[in-house]
Every structure is written in C-alpha cells, then in structure tokens.
C-alpha cells in the first residue's frame, strides 16, 4: 500500500467517502421519518456499493482507493476501536468463550471441507471455502491460497461466495434479534462467531448495541487469531513441515497487535476519556468508508457466475457454523 501514490488513491477513496455521505443520510432520513433506524448507515454502505458497482461496473482508476479504503483504513477502524476496550470486558468472557472459539472453528472447517467435497468441488477450492466460512472470510483466503498453491479460479469462486453470504449475513442478523431472545451480549458472540469479516460483524451488531459490538469484535478477532495456526498445519501437510516463506505478519495481522495494544492503553488508563471517544467516532467513520469500498468490492454478476454448487456449499457450511455457535451458547449459559 505505501507504494501506491497519493492522487491514485483520491478517486476510489474520494467515491467510498461519497458513498459513505449517502449511507449516513439515509440513515438520518429514517429517525426523521419514522424515529428510528431500521437499517444501520452501515448496511446501507455495503448494498449502495455493491448496487453502484453492479450497475455501472468499476472504472480502473477508482480500485486502489477502494483496496486503500477497503483494508488500510478499515484495519486502522479496528486498532483505533480497541480503545474502547478494557482487559477487564476481556475477562469478563471466560475462558470458556476462547474454547467455544477454538473448538467450533476446528469443527467447522472438517464439516465445511466434508460438504465442499460431497458436493464435488475440489480439494484446493473446498479448502479455501472451509478457511473463508470458518475462520474470516477473504482474509483467510487469500491467506490459505499460496499455501495450497490455489488457482485463481479457486481464488476467484471461493471470495464471490463470502462476499455474497457475507453481506446477506449483516442484512438479516440485525432483524432476527429481536425474534431470537438473545442478550445483547449473546447476539454479539453469536454474530462474532458466523459473520465472516471483521468490518461486517461491526456491521450487524452496530444496530444492537455496545455491548453487542464489543464481544462480537473480541469474538471476531479470536477467530481471525485461529488464522496463524490453520496456516502452519495447511502448510505443514503439502510441504512436509516446512515453515520457510510465512511471515509473522501472514500469521498475525498488524491490526490485532494495534488493537490488543489500544486495549492494554486502555486498561491501564493511558488513554484520555475525550481520546477514546474520539477513537470511537473515528473508528465508526472510517469502518463505514470501509464497508461502502468493500461493497464497491462485490459485482453480484460475477458471484451468480461463481457456480451454484460453490454458492450452496457456502450456505450449508454458514448454516452448520450457525448451529454450533447457537449450541455453544446454549452451553455457555447453561454452565453458568
């Protein structure tokens, strides 16, 4: 990113922030009208980019300030909210969150992977379905791709379908809370626990509520931790265990070290009140410039061209991470 200039960048971030305006409007126009929000600026970030790109296409000069907005900015969102976050919130979760996260990630990518297979998708392309539904979406598949030794087509097949549930998923989470009889702090596990990106899971608890936003980015974001490990064992089994070429930042995003970094800041009370709220202004705006690129991301042409069969194994894979993490929380609650 740092190589790409400055007057690349303007045009593409300059239509995000423009879409951003547009989204935030629409929102404010619904407490006017009806004197609430029923859908989040947002939600409505992701669809009026994905509708702008899948009508008029996406002119060349505009996708590196979209792919600045779409990763720098958002993972900037994401240390920045990490100020508004306390060790003591974290331990708060137990550790039975954290083996909640790392058992139902485990199951999930052999029963995703098993479904890939029994609908016939191939072992490269059902690897990277498994990593992209199970641990964070595009991320883990861009991640898992050269380890595999991916083809584009795999590539290309797998990342359609995580951004059509993705948004899909963000749409409809927020309607069915108030069906569920979930907690806000349940709602929030649950969402950390099936939404595949980090941007999208601020996305759908956003409308429930703080408490929903913090323990579903925690929960997110020890998903995305399971990253690194599921890296080395993918590239341990095709090249006999050798490590050489993954890097530390392959591993471990920069974004988690800022983020857990803020949220030590944070607890030992190194970070002015009027700083954290300006953190969480901050990361709220530039979340939202980083879900209109990211919907500026998705041609709904080409996720429909992807294949159905890749489509429906994203959705029995979504479905099956969907009953575990409800199961989890069913045993969490009641072992409390």
Request: aromatic letters at 8%.
């Amino acid at each position: 990113m740092q190589k790409l200039g400055f007057s690349k960048i303007v045009p593409g971030l300059a239509v995000s922030a423009l879409i951003t305006g547009l989204a935030q409007a629409l929102a404010v126009a619904q407490d006017a009208i009806i004197g609430h929000q029923l859908v989040d600026g947002l939600v409505f970030a992701i669809v009026l980019g994905t509708l702008f790109h899948t009508a008029f296409g996406l002119w060349p000069s505009l996708k590196a300030g979209i792919a600045f907005s779409a990763k720098f900015l958002l993972e900037f969102a994401i240390v920045l909210l990490g100020a508004s976050i306390s060790a003591a919130s974290v331990t708060q979760t137990g550790t039975g969150i954290v083996a909640m996260v790392a058992i139902i990630v485990s199951l999930s990518l052999i029963i995703s992977y098993s479904i890939c297979r029994l609908l016939g998708l191939t072992d490269h392309l059902a690897t990277l379905v498994a990593c992209g539904n199970s641990i964070c979406g595009n991320s883990a598949i861009v991640a898992a791709a050269p380890v595999i030794g991916a083809e584009s087509d795999d590539v290309a097949a797998s990342i359609a379908f995580t951004a059509a549930l993705g948004i899909v998923v963000v749409l409809l989470l927020p309607w069915l809370f108030p069906l569920s009889r979930m907690s806000q702090w349940q709602y929030g596990v649950f969402a950390g626990m099936t939404v595949y990106a980090v941007p999208q899971v601020l996305a759908a608890t956003a409308p429930i509520g703080l408490a929903s936003v913090h323990i579903g980015t925690l929960v997110k974001l020890m998903r995305v931790l399971m990253l690194g490990p599921v890296v080395l064992m993918l590239r341990f089994k095709g090249n006999h265990g050798a490590v050489a070429g993954l890097s530390v930042s392959r591993l471990v995003p920069w974004f988690i070290v800022g983020f857990f970094a803020m949220m030590a800041l944070r607890s030992f009370n190194l970070i002015p009140d009027v700083a954290v709220d300006a953190a969480k202004t901050s990361s709220t705006l530039l979340t939202t410039i980083s879900m209109a690129a990211l919907g500026l991301s998705v041609n709904m042409r080409t996720v429909f061209a992807s294949g159905g069969r890749v489509l429906l194994a994203g959705v029995l894979s979504l479905v099956a991470l969907g009953a575990m993490s409800f199961g989890g929380l069913l045993l969490l609650s009641a072992g409390s």
